[in-house]
T-cell receptor, first 112, second 114 residues
Framework: GQQVMQIPQYQHVQEGEDFTTYCNSS?????IQWYKQRPGGHPVFLIQ???SGEVKKQKRLTFQFGEAKKNSSLHITATQTTDVGTYFC????????????WGLGTSLAVNP | EAGVAQSPRYKIIEKRQSVAFWCNPI?????LYWYQQILGQGPKLLIQ????????DSQLPKDRFSAERLKGVDSTLKIQPAKLEDSAVYLC????????????FGPGTRLTVT
């Protein structure tokens, strides 16, 4: 069945270093969404990418959607302790665009 | 704008007992989701409502889990009887019927089954 995979599962960085998480889908996606979940918190919507090759930026966060619309990445420049959390990508199921398939997430730890 | 409300925030029960969770979505959000999130994993969809109708409940263990969304607003999720493996965070989310369909999550209910 449809799957969304994320790597790495965990990442430890020193504050100020860059961070990237990658998301790969087994099928072509109509869009991909990214969420952030702080420790003990709930997922919070960050962004949606729709177009092939799309790149969007939110301050230090850069999101990309692959040309084939099967992969995506989130890059954080100069990480801060406030970036700590788990980053999830999620794509819609074929036939039900309101139902999301979630990756397992990448947990980011930032050492001050 | 008020967010998604959930209660209780924490619940501890013994196995074979029953438990119910309540969710009030963001006003105007037609779609409501219940997720189960086990520590270290992504959210797993249990059931999706569109107004008061069920759109998807393919991963809901129907022998012990039930959910309803009366009048297309509030929703309750029930587990009866609970098993040890039901220990998880139960998240409720809602979304609009247009746009990006981004989902807004409530704070969740952390269930511990002993």
């Amino acid at each position: 069945g449809q799957q969304v995979m994320q790597i790495p599962q965990y990442q430890h960085v020193q504050e100020g270093e860059d961070f990237t998480t990658y998301c790969n889908s087994s099928t072509t996606l109509s869009n991909i969404q990214w969420y952030k979940q702080r420790p003990g918190g709930h997922p919070v919507f960050l962004i949606q990418l729709v177009k092939s090759g799309e790149v969007k930026k939110q301050k230090r966060l850069t999101f990309q959607f692959g040309e084939a619309k099967k992969n995506s990445s989130l890059h954080i420049t100069a990480t801060q302790t406030t970036d700590v959390g788990t980053y999830f990508c999620a794509g819609p199921y074929a036939g039900n665009n309101r139902k999301l398939i979630w990756g397992l997430g990448t947990s980011l730890a930032v050492n001050p | 704008e008020a967010g998604v409300a959930q209660s209780p925030r924490y619940k501890i029960i013994e196995k074979r007992q029953s438990v119910a969770f309540w969710c009030n979505p963001i006003s105007g959000h037609a779609t409501l989701y219940w997720y189960q999130q086990i520590l270290g994993q992504g959210p797993k969809l249990l059931i999706q409502f569109q107004n008061n109708g069920v759109v998807d409940d393919s991963q809901l263990p129907k022998d012990r889990f039930s959910a309803e969304r009366l009048k297309g607003v509030d929703s309750t999720l029930k587990i009866q009887p609970a098993k040890l493996e039901d220990s998880a965070v139960y998240l409720c989310a809602s979304s609009l019927d247009r746009g990006a369909y981004e989902q807004y999550f409530g704070p969740g209910t952390r269930l511990t089954v002993t």
